[in-house]
């Protein structure tokens, strides 16, 4: 399913790498029918996943594939490159900048010099920085970013406009919960029954013939989706380069091979391919504690394995995280956390042009995709605060040691307020497919978002480009209009003062 063209479409792809970013997975292919390399969304597949062919290999990847060049990959980088913009960014942000993007652009000063393969997705992140972040070239960018913002700004004036009303029945599988994943959790409880079937019935021959109504009946399989479940159970029975068993409709008969292909398990095994999926699952999602528990770089951490389990496959092993400055942070939390040690940090929140200090208590540390979170309580400004540690410059232990607060339980937004946000149709799909979001009858869709501060949902609005509007309560919608209209006013200047801008 495409969301941009809300449409469905069965493909043929090779599949050359399989990876997690960003709170999904993706991988990348050849997409057989314009023989072009692309990267798709596992969570958008609606049907099922099958085999073309037996071949124990029926492509091999490219000698030029590299995985690593898809994952982090930003939202305005994601097609064929179309040009090199440049933006000036808020000499205390810079090195924010050069941390989350330092490897998909460059920093000449304070300008930041990036490649974009779609104007629009780099205006959305301009918008969301909230002034810290001018365009200057091409020009077109520039007039995105205008454009959005004379939008927003008059959508929010005067009284909201009234939404349609709710979608009476939501059929695409977009709706308030995410679409069902390719394949139902009680069908593989079905798979293993069928196949420890297939295998009795084999016994010690290599192959075997099975009427398939005896398969329907015994199972509860309708006759016309045995096929369906012979693909699956062949799909989710092959690794390694190799089948355990393999079984095929042929008329009114299934024909069962037990005959083990490739030289998987002619090998002396070291992994199996769950286990080594296990680890770099692992790594991928809490390899910084990980390492911090440890006291070993997260690389070490890796070579270990490695030597002790043999080496992971180059195109699905997690990336040698660039930002070692993560790995760190954690690591000094981590350790703040267990010996009751207060820290300093220096913080850079998204609505400030400058990073301020803080000392906090270091309750907990969590893993929201795709960012890290302390749970702390803030000395600084007495109360109880979470801080992500993409922001955080800087962290470091002090020597006073805390006891820990009775009864306090860090609590993140649970006194957030809630704001009633619209939604315009050419958005909407990508809204719902988050979840939590409500569809309406002419294909636009509304959602309560929680609130920590004023300041993050502006910049959340302004990054959908007046494709969202604030409907409820009235202060916020006043907020965002007066501050559309005054980074509209900015960019006019220096629009004017910069040579740049004026070429």
């Known amino acids: 399913w495409t969301p941009a063209r809300d449409e469905e479409r069965e493909r043929a ?6 990876f997690f970013d960003n709170g999904a997975w993706y991988f990348v292919g050849q997409d057989l029918d314009d023989e072009r390399r692309k990267m798709f969304r596992v969570s958008r597949v609606r049907g099922e996943i099958r085999f073309s062919t037996r071949r124990e290999r029926d492509f091999r990847i490219p000698a030029d594939f590299d995985v690593d060049e898809y994952r982090g990959r930003p939202s305005w980088q994601v097609g064929e ?18 941390r989350l993007y330092g490897d998909r652009g460059r920093l000449e000063g304070d300008v930041f010099v990036t490649e974009y393969a779609s104007l629009p997705m780099l205006a959305s992140w301009i918008l969301r920085q909230d002034g810290r972040a001018v365009p200057l070239e091409p020009p077109a960018l520039r007039r995105e970013v205008a454009a959005a913002l004379r939008t927003i700004r008059d959508a929010h004036k005067g009284a909201p406009p009234a939404p349609a009303r709710e979608s009476a029945a939501d059929t695409s599988g977009e709706g308030g919960e995410r679409p069902a994943g390719p394949v139902a959790p009680e069908r593989f409880a079905v798979l293993q029954a069928l196949l420890a079937h297939l295998l009795a019935a084999c016994g010690d021959d290599r192959e075997a013939l099975i ?17 369906e479940h012979l693909s699956l159970l062949n799909l989710v029975n092959f690794g390694g380069g190799c089948y355990t068993v393999y079984a095929e409709l042929r008329g009114d008969e299934v024909h069962v091979d037990k005959e083990l292909y490739g030289d998987t398990f002619r090998a002396a095994p070291r992994l199996t391919p769950l286990e080594a999926r296990a680890i770099r699952l692992a790594l991928e999602f809490v390899g910084p504690m990980i390492a911090a528990d440890a006291h070993t770089p997260l690389d070490r951490v890796r070579k270990k394995l490695e030597e002790t389990f043999g080496q992971f496959e180059v195109g699905l092993a997690p990336a040698a995280q660039a930002e070692t400055e993560a790995e760190d942070l954690v690591g000094v ?8 040690r207060l820290v300093e940090i220096v913080y850079l929140k998204e609505e400030d042009a400058e990073p301020t200090t803080h000392v906090i208590e270091a309750y907990s540390l969590e893993r929201k995709l795709p960012w890290w979170y302390v749970h702390s309580w803030d000395r600084t400004r007495d109360g109880e605060r979470s801080f992500r540690l993409d922001r955080m410059q800087s962290a470091k232990i002090q020597r006073e040691r805390f006891e820990a607060r009775p009864g306090f339980e860090p609590r993140g937004l649970q006194d957030a307020r809630t704001a009633l946000l619209w939604f315009s149709p050419a958005v909407a799909r990508w809204r ?10 002419d294909g636009a869709a509304l959602a309560e978002t929680r609130v920590g501060s004023d300041e993050w949902l502006v910049g959340e609005v302004f990054s959908h480009r007046g494709e969202a509007v604030v409907l409820e309560p009235d202060d916020l919608r006043r907020r965002v209009s007066g501050r ?10 220096a629009a004017t003062a910069s040579p740049a801008a004026r070429a």
């Open 13 to 18: 792809v090779n599949p050359y790498g399989l």
């Open 81 to 98: 490159p179309a040009g090199e913009a440049r933006i000036r960014v808020a000499p205390a942000t810079a090195w924010w900048v050069e």
């Open 211 to 227: 009427p398939a109504a005896e398969l329907s009946e015994r199972f509860g399989i309708p006759p016309d989706q045995l096929e």
């Open 333 to 340: 939390l981590a350790r703040a956390s267990r010996e009751r």
């Open 432 to 441: 719902l497919e988050r979840g939590g979001a409500r569809r309406l009858a």
């Open 484 to 493: 559309a209209a005054e980074l509209l006013r900015e960019l006019r200047e």
